[in-house]
């Protein structure tokens, strides 16, 4: 599976980003994804998760610093895992990283930068 990230960039703080992520090599749907992003001298940490349900049985979750504003989606068709960031914040600035899992292995994007700035 390979995993590209496309979207970031700077922004001012209020502002949106849309990221994207595009598979290749399998088909997204057996794989429940994510995004997570890493600061400078930070850990990576967990935005937003989306598992392989269709319909009422999708379920998505998000970190608490960032519900309300971001919502992870998919489109099964293309193989893309998105992020649509809104009223993004200074503290947002970071390298996000799409991920896909499927049978205990964990597959990375190269990721993306997003810098909010005025």
């Known amino acids: 599976v390979q995993l590209v990230e496309s979207g970031g960039g700077l922004v001012q703080p209020g502002g949106s980003l849309r990221l994207s992520c595009a598979g290749s090599g399998r088909v997204f749907s057996y794989y429940n994804l994510a995004w997570y992003r890493q600061s400078p001298g930070s850990q990576r940490e967990l935005v937003a998760e989306i598992n392989t349900g269709v319909g009422s049985r999708q379920v998505k979750s998000y970190a608490e610093s960032v519900k309300g504003r971001f919502t992870i989606s998919r489109e099964e068709s293309n193989d893309i895992v998105s992020l649509q960031m809104n009223d993004l914040k200074p503290e947002d600035s970071a390298v996000y990283y799409c991920?896909?899992?499927?049978?205990?292995?964990?597959?990375w994007g190269q990721g993306t930068q997003v810098t909010v700035a005025s």
């Open positions: 991920d896909a899992k499927v049978g205990g292995i964990t597959y």
